[in-house]
T-cell receptor
């Protein structure tokens, strides 16, 4: 079946550091890929998405590129802020389906 | 614009008691609706989804049930809670019928349930 694998957390960075959170997936066909963010005590918010190979999703300085050859959708940000501290979830939706499969989440802590 | 509400925000219940969590969506018609659970330190698990009134699909066998009595209302229930039912319950919706927008699920603020 479909699955999403994320790097283990927590990831602790200093403010203005470069961020990469790895995400790889297993799916048949051509899934859509998503990153969701969950701030402390809140629900999930869609951060960005990509619907086909080589698409780049971007939002709030974050970006991720849909790489079909490596089945990856790594999240990156050039300069993180304390306010980016949250849990980040990678997810996929199979082509033609309506159910999301989530990774286990990666906690990011940004310190001054 | 569309909004999604969940209540209560937090709930503490004894083992063996019943449960009813409610989710409502405003600003859209005939949405697909979803219930997820996030156990402490773990990812999200899809519990139920619904494509219309009275139409419920269960993803995992468990102590919970779901109902959709109205188009934009989705209820998660249990007759007798277990300790293992503790977690963060998230409701989500998506737009059916348009392939591009159907791909995105929008989440509510969640209900934190603690079973003691």
């Amino acid at each position: 079946g479909d699955s999403v694998t994320q790097m283990e957390g927590p990831v602790t960075l200093s403010e203005e550091a470069f961020l990469t959170i790895n995400c790889t997936y297993t799916a048949t066909g051509y899934p859509s890929l998503f990153w969701y963010v969950q701030y402390p005590g809140e629900g999930l918010q869609l951060l960005l998405k990509a619907t086909k190979a080589d698409d780049k999703g971007s939002n709030k300085g974050f970006e991720a590129t849909y790489r079909k050859e490596t089945t990856s959708f790594h999240l990156e940000k050039g300069s993180v802020q304390v306010s980016d501290s949250a849990v980040y979830f990678c997810a996929l939706r199979p082509g033609g389906g309506n159910k999301l499969t989530f990774g286990t989440g990666t906690q990011l802590k940004v310190e001054l | 614009s569309q909004t999604i509400h969940q209540w209560p925000a937090t709930l503490v219940q004894p083992v063996g008691s019943p449960l009813s969590l409610e989710c409502t969506v405003e600003g859209t018609s005939n949405p697909n609706l979803y219930w997820y659970r996030q156990a402490a330190g773990r990812g999200l698990q899809l519990l139920f989804y619904s494509v219309g009134i009275g139409q419920i699909s269960s993803e995992v066998p468990q102590n919970l049930s779901a109902s959709r009595p109205q188009d934009r209302q989705f209820i998660l229930s249990s007759k007798k809670l277990l300790l293992s039912d503790s977690g963060f319950y998230l409701c989500a919706w998506s737009v059916p019928g348009h392939e591009h927008t159907q791909e995105t699920q929008y989440f509510g603020p969640g209900t934190r349930l603690l079973v003691l």
